[in-house]
């Protein structure tokens, strides 16, 4: 099979082998046609029934949808088939059959709910939307890379198996490790603020964070991707331009290389890469704004955190991506840097989408003695964070970053109604398995 031709790449003229799955067989009567469908899109296969060998037509139009099939013939010119070609085959081989009875229907003509097609995510990701999803994530993904390359930022990569939890607020997974009592990673937080006082000084990393969430939410999972990036010698001012910088490069690089996926998505108009400058309105402009929208049914006070209705209708406000800047020390973990001139104001920022946040990040405490006495105020005991606090002993470079949740990036970007379109096998109360 290595000499095979994708389908999108048999010109007229050609003698092909193809490989791919039986998308659909109509049988006209003495002319059946067989559409096999592969990673690159679709290919129409003609069996003229008087003309042919007979084993040949009955194996090709009688194979079950969805088995495998490798064809090989000569490609030509037709302006009623699909794509404009068609094969006019030689051998038709069923390299694996399906069983005639399938658990969603690939070709998309019998809607599947999303539990089914989670739990068959093997033949939903054949449906040209499920799969241009990830198509798109995978872009996503490998633009983040290259624009933190850019940036002069090394990729890292940080345990998952941990000791302590670093994010207050969701609950931490306990696993066994030795017959010691360990955790899933909730953030790379630690190490990645560990590596920018190494020789490494900014850092970037792609990789899993699990939430032990109680809630189930079209916006939350127990495992999430997180992209996360850390610098030493910036501020938070310049972790927003990095995190912004991210974004948009996320965005330009979908619309230049996933047309086709956009189409598939039906977004092929609406989409649109962000060109001006993310606002940055400070937490008390922003509580201000809330308020102001007269869409709350209490108004928010200082300290306060932005509930979900909130947060949407500044959102609506807003418009865009913007910042909130300047929270409340209070809200923030113990590892933000509060403002040199207001302790009660921390460095925490947050990117958010007009409907969700997307991004936490902030400048770093990065002075030791400082650091050791948040730990205490929030109840933490510094012991266990020893390996971590020991190293700001040691020459700690003042440093900022930030934590971008790729699939809310994704399914923001998409307008995808639940963060589970994002993920291949999402994790999240009801689903271990697949
Ligand atoms: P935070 O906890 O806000 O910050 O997480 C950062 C971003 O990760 C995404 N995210 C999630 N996505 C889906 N399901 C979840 N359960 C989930 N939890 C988080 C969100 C969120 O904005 N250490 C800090 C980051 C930093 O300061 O660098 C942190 O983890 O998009």
Redesign the pocket.
Same mark, same amino acid.
């Given at each position: 099979m290595d000499d095979r031709t994708y389908t999108a790449d048999a010109e007229p003229g050609d003698h092909v082998t193809v490989a791919g799955w039986a998308h659909e067989i109509r049988d006209l009567g003495g002319i059946a046609f067989l559409i096999v469908r592969d990673k690159t899109g679709k290919i129409q296969v003609k069996f003229a029934k008087d003309e042919m060998d007979e084993d040949l037509v009955e194996t090709g139009t009688n194979v079950s949808r969805e088995s495998v099939v490798q064809v090989t013939g000569s490609v030509e010119e037709e302006p009623r088939a699909p794509t404009g070609v068609e094969i006019v085959p030689e051998s038709v081989e069923v390299v694996a059959p399906a069983d005639p009875e399938l658990p969603l229907d690939p070709s998309g003509k019998v809607d599947a709910e999303l539990p089914t097609r989670l739990d068959n995510r093997t033949l939903d990701l054949r449906r040209d939307e499920a799969k241009a999803i990830f198509e798109i994530r995978a872009t996503v993904l490998a633009a983040v890379r290259d624009y933190f390359r850019s940036q002069n930022a090394t990729e890292i990569n940080t345990p998952k198996i941990v000791a302590t939890g670093? &994010?207050g607020g969701?609950e931490l997974f306990p696993i066994t490790y030795f017959g010691q009592e360990a955790f899933m990673n909730?953030?790379p937080?630690l190490f990645k603020q560990l590596m920018v006082g190494s020789g490494l000084e900014r850092v970037f990393e792609i990789g899993p *964070?699990f939430?032990a &969430?109680e809630h189930n939410t079209p916006?939350? +999972?127990?495992e999430?991707t997180?992209i996360?990036f850390e610098s030493a010698f910036i501020d938070h001012q310049g972790a927003m331009d990095v995190c912004e910088g991210a974004l948009k490069a996320a965005y330009e690089a979908v619309a230049e290389e996933c047309a086709d996926e956009l189409e598939t998505l039906g977004l092929a108009e609406a989409f649109e890469v962000p060109e001006e400058a993310f606002p940055r309105l400070s937490y008390e402009e922003a509580i201000e704004r809330v308020n102001a929208t007269g869409d709350l049914d209490e108004q928010l006070v200082f300290g306060d955190d932005l509930s979900t209705e909130a947060e949407k209708a500044l959102g609506r406000d807003v418009g865009g991506h913007y910042f909130i800047t300047d929270w409340p020390s209070e809200v923030k973990p113990f590892y933000i840097k509060d403002h040199d001139d207001d302790p009660d104001l921390s460095t925490g920022f947050?990117m958010m989408h007009p409907n969700m &946040? +997307?991004?936490?990040?902030?400048q770093r405490e990065h002075r030791h003695d400082e650091l050791v006495a948040g730990f205490e105020q929030q109840g933490l005991d510094p012991d266990a964070f020893e390996y971590y606090t020991k190293m700001f002993r040691y020459g700690m470079p003042p440093h900022a =970053?930030? =934590? +971008? =949740?790729g699939?809310?990036l994704v399914m923001t970007m998409l307008g995808l109604d639940n *963060?589970r379109e994002a993920v291949l096998f999402p994790r999240d109360r009801q689903r271990l398995s697949p």
């Amino acid at each position: 099979m290595d000499d095979r031709t994708y389908t999108a790449d048999a010109e007229p003229g050609d003698h092909v082998t193809v490989a791919g799955w039986a998308h659909e067989i109509r049988d006209l009567g003495g002319i059946a046609f067989l559409i096999v469908r592969d990673k690159t899109g679709k290919i129409q296969v003609k069996f003229a029934k008087d003309e042919m060998d007979e084993d040949l037509v009955e194996t090709g139009t009688n194979v079950s949808r969805e088995s495998v099939v490798q064809v090989t013939g000569s490609v030509e010119e037709e302006p009623r088939a699909p794509t404009g070609v068609e094969i006019v085959p030689e051998s038709v081989e069923v390299v694996a059959p399906a069983d005639p009875e399938l658990p969603l229907d690939p070709s998309g003509k019998v809607d599947a709910e999303l539990p089914t097609r989670l739990d068959n995510r093997t033949l939903d990701l054949r449906r040209d939307e499920a799969k241009a999803i990830f198509e798109i994530r995978a872009t996503v993904l490998a633009a983040v890379r290259d624009y933190f390359r850019s940036q002069n930022a090394t990729e890292i990569n940080t345990p998952k198996i941990v000791a302590t939890g670093t &994010e207050g607020g969701t609950e931490l997974f306990p696993i066994t490790y030795f017959g010691q009592e360990a955790f899933m990673n909730q953030s790379p937080q630690l190490f990645k603020q560990l590596m920018v006082g190494s020789g490494l000084e900014r850092v970037f990393e792609i990789g899993p *964070i699990f939430r032990a &969430e109680e809630h189930n939410t079209p916006r939350h +999972l127990n495992e999430a991707t997180s992209i996360d990036f850390e610098s030493a010698f910036i501020d938070h001012q310049g972790a927003m331009d990095v995190c912004e910088g991210a974004l948009k490069a996320a965005y330009e690089a979908v619309a230049e290389e996933c047309a086709d996926e956009l189409e598939t998505l039906g977004l092929a108009e609406a989409f649109e890469v962000p060109e001006e400058a993310f606002p940055r309105l400070s937490y008390e402009e922003a509580i201000e704004r809330v308020n102001a929208t007269g869409d709350l049914d209490e108004q928010l006070v200082f300290g306060d955190d932005l509930s979900t209705e909130a947060e949407k209708a500044l959102g609506r406000d807003v418009g865009g991506h913007y910042f909130i800047t300047d929270w409340p020390s209070e809200v923030k973990p113990f590892y933000i840097k509060d403002h040199d001139d207001d302790p009660d104001l921390s460095t925490g920022f947050d990117m958010m989408h007009p409907n969700m &946040e +997307l991004v936490s990040g902030g400048q770093r405490e990065h002075r030791h003695d400082e650091l050791v006495a948040g730990f205490e105020q929030q109840g933490l005991d510094p012991d266990a964070f020893e390996y971590y606090t020991k190293m700001f002993r040691y020459g700690m470079p003042p440093h900022a =970053g930030f =934590g +971008l =949740g790729g699939e809310r990036l994704v399914m923001t970007m998409l307008g995808l109604d639940n *963060i589970r379109e994002a993920v291949l096998f999402p994790r999240d109360r009801q689903r271990l398995s697949p």
